[in-house]
C-alpha cells in the first residue's frame, strides 16, 4: 500500500485558514466572527459492537453541527480509520460554507466513525451503523440535521442508518440523503459528486480558456467521487490517464480505458490483469502529464513539499481540503486554477437536497430532472465564484468562501444571535 506524503496543515488547519482570509476581506464583524469560528455543538457518542467472534469492541460516533443558521444541519458519515473530532470539525464547517454557496437551505454538520470497514465484517459494519444512529439520534432529524454517504460509507449504511431512526420514531425516509433507490433515494444521487466535479471542470476549462476534449485528466481516488468523476470526464472528451486507489496508481500516457477501470472497481475486482498500464505511486500520480488534476481520495495530499510537481493547469478538488495553504499558495503562484472543494465537490449535497425535497413530499423524480437541477445549480455556484474572484481579482478558494460567508452571517444577523 502506498501512503501519502504527510501534509504541512491538518485538514482544520487548512478550513480555518480559508474561513480566517474570508473573514477579513469581507470585514466580518467580531462577535459574528467568533460565533462562526467554533461549532454549535459537538457529540462523541459510545457504540459498543459485538463482533462476530463473540468479542466486544467500542468504537466511537462523532457528529458535528457547525452552524445551522440557513437551515437543517447536512453532512456526510465518515468510516475511516485516521478519523478524529477535529477531522470532523473541519468538514463540518466547510459543509456550511458549501451549502450556502449553492443556495441550499441548509446548515453545515460531519459525522465520524474511527473504523477500517475492511477489517469488519457486514454483520460487524451493519451493528456499528445502528449503534452510531442510536447513539447520535437526539441531534438529528429531518428538520435538524441529515446524514448522507462520505468515505467509507453508501446507499447500505444509509439503507441501516434510516431503519434505525425509523424504528425509533417511526418511518423518517428523509433523515438521511444517499439512501438506494428502493428505499426513497433519488436517481442520480450514487454518481452526482462526480458528475458535478466534471461540470466544475468544464466550466473552469471554458473560463480558462482550455478545451475539455483531448485534455488528459489524472484521478487520485477511485471510490464514489473518483470513479464518476473520471467517467463523466471521459465522456466530456477528456483523456483519462491515471487513476489510484488506496493501494496505488496506474498510468497510460495514452490513455486508460475508463470504462473497464469503473467495470472493475464496482465489481471490487482488484488488479489490473490484462490492462495496458503502468503501476506508480499514489505520489507520482499528482506529478504525473496532465492538464486536469482530481483529487479525490483524502486531505492534505498536495501540500508545500509537492505542490510544485504538480503539472496539471488546473485542480478540480473532488476530495475535501486536499490542497494545505502552503501547497495552495504556490499552486497559485504558478498560475494552476484550483477549483476549491466547497464548489467543486457540492454536487453530492445538491443531489442531496434533491433526495430530500422528494422524501418531505412523498415523491420520486424522474432522472432527468435530477440532472437539469444539477447542471442548473453548479453552473450558477460556478458563475457566482468566478464572477466575485474576478471582480475581487482573489482566486476561486477566496471568492466560494467570501459568498458562502457572507450568506451565512447575514442569515445568522436576521436571526438576531445575540439576543440569549
Ligand atoms: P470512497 O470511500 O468511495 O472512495 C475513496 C477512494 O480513495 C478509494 O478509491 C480509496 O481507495 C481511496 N483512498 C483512501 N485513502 C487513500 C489514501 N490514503 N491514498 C490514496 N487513495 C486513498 O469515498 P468518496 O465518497 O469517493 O469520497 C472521497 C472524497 O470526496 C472524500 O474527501 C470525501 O469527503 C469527498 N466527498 C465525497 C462526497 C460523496 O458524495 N461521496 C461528496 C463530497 C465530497
Redesign the pocket.
Known sequence: M???ASPDATELQTVTHSYEAAAGAIGLADDLRTVLAQPYREIAAQVPVRMDGGGLRVFTAYRVQHNGALGPFKG?L?Y?PQVDLDEVRA?AAAMTWKTALTGLPFGGGKGGMTLDCKELSEGERQRATRGAMRGLEKVLGPMRDIM???????PQEMAWLMDEYSRLVGHTPAIVT?KPLDLGGTCGRVE??GEGVAIAAREAAREAGLELPGARVAV????????HAADALHRLGCVVVGV????GAVYNPGGLDVGELVRR?RAGIAGHDGLDVERIT?EELLGVECEVLVP????G?IHAGNADAVRARMVVE?????TTPGGDAILNERGVTVVP?ILA?????IV?YLEWIQNTQNVQWKLAQVQQELEQRMTDAFGVTHARSLHERCTLREAAHRVGLERVAAALRLRGFDIY
Open positions: 502506498t501512503t501519502i456526510g465518515r475511516h468538514l448522507a454517504p462520505d468515505m467509507g460509507t453508501g444517499g452526482a459528486t487520485q481516488g477511485f471510490g464514489n467521487v473518483g470513479s489510484s486507489d488506496i493501494e472497481a499514489n479525490a481520495a483524502v486531505g495530499v473532488g476530495a475535501n481540503n486536499p472543494d465537490n457540492a454536487g453530492g449535497v442531496s
